[in-house]
């Protein structure tokens, strides 16, 4: 099978530093790799490369199908519409009601109203906070939000970015649920963390950056079984 | 594309709704303008009735900006610029919500500042069939350029100050064509007034058509 993300020599420059150096990265398809390494090794540049926000600017780099090089217009918004990147800012609209922003970032990438309302109790955001205001949240509820708006989308390739942070014991519990049975729907997980043992005891692959390259690729656990029917085709 | 329009203009209108900022500041600032305007000259020496066209549209300039300003905001904050891109929406539909609710706002504007013209500068506004199709088609221009000039500001630090800097230049034509088609409305000979309709609608057409063709690559760079 295809895998949903296959990058030979990605370089990816930003300005004129290589943040990229020749990445080389194959992830299949109900896989969950952890990306680890120091602050600035590229983890970050990875996963906007993958969600098509920054350019590959030389190497190979295919993603759900997708070849990066020269991908634009329609190809690039079917291409997004299966990605899910949640990043360090909510990417919420602060004056909307959680439910209000669930619903519409939803009915942007072709999900329906069901979906948003499914992610939203998966959430535990389905009682008073709903119809709160998004600004009003504390960190950890505007996180929920967030993977709301990321799950209701239904994406085939999950990009997270320090997905564990602002959230309690409880929330990171959640998550580490969610992204397990996203995995095992049939999902391509990728996520940056600096929480290693947490981090670790969910994904199948760890594999850590330095500089632009990969330097470690390991697996450490095996593949959650892949449901079929329940995803998006990549 | 037009499915994505009204997703995005439902969005912001709720934006708008929740947040009130048109109503609670943009509104009273275009009143405090014509009021202002009143006291600056003297309704006695019918100074007023004069310029009341171009005192109207320059109000509804001034207010148009800060609408557009506000509707590109919200749009900056917090990653949105990044997931309106990963959204999937067509650049075109965004483009057109984005036009369509901003000019939504701005007519309910027009209409009040209208109501505020009759009242306090005695206008007399029995040519509907010119007035009407000129505020329609000036504030279709007005929000097609805004939002073409709003998402080229939008990434930049600077975009408070720089977006009226690029836009009222922009604006020109359609502050005289709507204040020379007011002018012949309200002086009772519509018939001159038509040709400067014409022009709003060149100039709405024009900008509509940039904006189409161009909000694709302003939304990836901003």
Known sequence: MEPAVHLRGAVSLLGRFPALAGVDLDVATGE?????????????????CCAALL?????????????LAGLTGPARRALRRQVGLLAHA?????????ADNVAFWARAAGADRADAEAAMTRLELDGRLRDVAVGRLSAGQRRRASLAVLLARRPALWLLDEPHAGLDQAGRDLLDGLIGDGARAGAAVVLASHERDRAESIATRTVTIAGGTIVDDSVVGAAPPVATGARRAP | MLRDAALVAGKDLRL??????ALNQVAPFALLVLMLFAFALDPDRGI???VTPGLYWVAVLFSGLLAVQRAFAVESTDGVADALRLSGLDPA???LGKVAAVAVQLLALEV???????VLYGADPSSVALL??????????????GSVYGILAAGLRVRETLLPLLLLPVLAPVLIAATSAFESALGGFPGEGWRWLGLLVVFAALYTGLGLATFGVLLEDG
């Open chain 1, 32 to 48: 969950i790799v952890l990306l680890r390494g120091p602050n600035g090794a590229g983890k970050t540049t990875l996963l906007r």
């Open chain 1, 55 to 67: 350019p590959v600017t030389s190497g190979e780099a295919m993603v759900l199908g997708h070849d």
């Open chain 1, 90 to 98: 909510t990417g919420l609209y602060d004056e909307l009601t959680v």
């Open chain 2, 16 to 21: 708008e709704a929740r947040s009130r900022v």
């Open chain 2, 48 to 50: 007023l009735a004069r």
């Open chain 2, 93 to 95: 539909g965004v483009f």
């Open chain 2, 112 to 118: 009040l500042l209208g109501l505020g013209v009759v």
């Open chain 2, 132 to 145: 009407v199709p000129t505020c329609l088609a000036a504030t279709l221009g007005l929000a097609a350029a």
